[in-house]
């Protein structure tokens, strides 16, 4: 079945660090896709949901399901409250202080959604759901060498971005 398709006017396949901005990496066919820089979109602010041809509806929202969600930002770049419940206007995560003079990649964990499948894990079978969380601390940390690869002249961090603080992994990886 094939994918969901991307909104190429709101999205590339050209990672960079220049600039802030939303991700989405389909786990199906291990591509990467982030927000344009463009005039009058702030790439950090733009809904992931939005990144995808049905725009941000309803059918944007189910098609965005099969991706997982992560958001760079760049040193001194603030976090976008459109980030919902992880960023706070103290400049933490979830409550953790982050070193925002640095730049930052932060990947949504959610331990009950199998995004390769696209279905949803009962909270009782907690096998599935660890096998669950580590399949995406993987794609996580593929993501992050991706960034590492750039070579930037800052350190870098990535973190896993749950629910909730307890369900989260800070700082899991840092390179100068």
């Given at each position: 079945?094939?994918?969901?398709?991307?909104?190429?006017?709101?999205?590339t396949?050209?990672?960079?660090?220049?600039?802030?901005?939303?991700?989405?990496?389909?786990?199906?066919?291990?591509?990467l896709?982030?927000?344009?820089?463009?005039?009058?979109?702030?790439?950090?602010?733009?809904?992931?949901?939005k990144?995808?041809a049905?725009?941000?509806?309803?059918m944007?929202?189910?098609?965005?399901?099969?991706?997982?969600?992560?958001?760079f930002?760049?040193?001194?770049s603030?976090?976008?409250?459109?980030?919902?419940?992880?960023a706070?206007?103290?400049?933490?995560?979830h409550?953790y202080?982050?070193?925002?003079?640095?730049?930052?990649?932060?990947?949504r964990?959610d331990?009950?959604?199998?995004?390769?499948?696209?279905?949803?894990?009962?909270?009782t079978?907690t096998?599935k759901?660890d096998?669950?969380?580590?399949?995406?601390y993987?794609?996580?940390?593929?993501?992050?060498?991706?960034y590492r690869e750039?070579k930037?002249?800052?350190?870098?961090?990535?973190?896993?971005?749950?629910?909730?603080?307890?369900?989260?992994?800070?700082?899991v990886e840092?390179v100068?």
């Amino acid at each position: 079945m094939p994918g969901p398709a991307i909104n190429k006017s709101f999205a590339t396949t050209r990672l960079t660090t220049a600039y802030p901005h939303v991700g989405l990496f389909d786990v199906a066919e291990r591509e990467l896709w982030i927000a344009r820089k463009k005039m009058g979109q702030d790439p950090a602010r733009v809904s992931h949901a939005k990144l995808l041809a049905a725009g941000g509806g309803n059918m944007a929202s189910a098609e965005k399901d099969r991706f997982l969600c992560f958001w760079f930002h760049h040193p001194g770049s603030k976090p976008a409250q459109a980030v919902g419940s992880v960023a706070t206007a103290s400049l933490s995560v979830h409550g953790y202080p982050i070193e925002w003079q640095e730049s930052h990649l932060l990947v949504r964990l959610d331990p009950a959604w199998d995004i390769a499948n696209r279905c949803l894990i009962k909270s009782t079978d907690t096998r599935k759901i660890d096998r669950n969380i580590d399949q995406q601390y993987a794609w996580g940390e593929h993501l992050f060498n991706q960034y590492r690869e750039l070579k930037n002249d800052h350190p870098l961090s990535w973190h896993l971005v749950g629910p909730r603080a307890q369900d989260s992994l800070f700082y899991v990886e840092r390179v100068e």
